[in-house]
């Protein structure tokens, strides 16, 4: 996606440790006209799989999650990564690392809210090792639920997580694919 | 906001401890079609008081924020309950305490994303005790942006939040005002 790659050239910052920042329209803040783009985006690339719910895990998933399953007209599910007081017991459950925080979380689905006859794509701001989409497409497994797709807004193709999903047979799509950042040489996109 | 009420009738449960649950259309589950219509409500109410800035704090404010702010044509901000590896260093905070989860927060928010000249519009699902939106509106003069109103999808109008912000000189506006609940009686708004 052409206006994509121009938006994190012009307002994307590389930092050492392998950190895009992309928080002034992405992330933290959110520049929702923008997003309303990318989620047309992914609507035209799925709009044809029968997509009926859109997964993705707090927090910076929610956005783009939302402004996109408003084009398919189906709910966005977003997995928890903590067992808050008012979820229940019943819930499906899977691990996942975050390189990002440092942290191992657990992401949980309410068993109410994915189950069989369910066909989703999954969405999530960033794709690099792949482990939270990894884990979520657990969580369907565990469900029943079809996934028929995985999308990223941005891409670390130089690391593992695309690959391996596509490789799974998981049909991938990330909107920006970086091929190689660094703080001295920027940011190269993917051919 | 009729229709609203009704969906909650509907589809709410109300548990022992003041719980309403309403995780199958606005906090874990998002029927983001039935929250375009929500966004657009909001609009009606704020749209005349120049608005160019939606803040909200994750995880649950930022579908609401989002599907509303797409009307405003402006970004949706949200603050965040933990300090990010990413987020730097230069951020307002402000301490608030979660009754439904049992934790102390400290809410952040990148200077770079509030500040002098924003006209903000402070969004959530809930407003109970009104911890959230009364550290969100600290957080605002911090940074020296005007707070323009404070939504709420749903307000526990028995509770002091509201009032107290309003008391404040807050223009708050909710869209379902909740006068009583219990598991054994059920809902009752507000006329």
């Known amino acids: 996606m052409k206006l994509l790659e ?30 309303c783009e990318v989620g047309k985006e992914f609507y035209h690339i799925y709009k044809d799989c029968g997509v009926n719910k859109i997964l ?9 999650a939302c402004l996109t399953a408003q084009y398919f007209h189906c709910p966005a599910v977003f997995a928890k990564k903590s067992k808050t007081s008012n979820i229940g017991n019943d819930f499906w459950s899977a691990k996942a690392h975050s390189y990002t925080h440092g942290t191992d979380n657990t992401l949980i689905v309410s068993k109410s809210y994915l189950g069989k ?44 997580g695309g690959d391996a999903l596509r490789k799974s047979g998981f049909r991938v799509e990330s909107l920006a694919r970086i091929a190689s950042m660094s703080p001295e040489d920027g940011i190269r996109f993917c051919e």
Not at 12 to 32: C, E, P, R, T
Not at 56 to 64: D, F, H, L
């Open 6 to 35: 121009e938006r994190i050239r012009k307002d994307g910052k590389v930092y050492a440790g392998d950190v895009l920042k992309v928080d002034s329209f992405l992330n933290h803040q959110i520049d929702v006209d923008f997003l």
């Open 56 to 64: 993705t895990v707090e927090a910076s998933g929610i956005g783009v």
């Open 117 to 160: 006859g369910d066909r989703v794509l999954i969405l999530d701001d960033f794709l690099a090792n792949g482990c939270a989409a990894t884990a979520m497409a657990e969580l369907c497994e565990q469900a029943g639920a079809a996934v028929v797709g995985v999308g990223a807004v941005i891409e670390k193709a130089y690391q593992k």
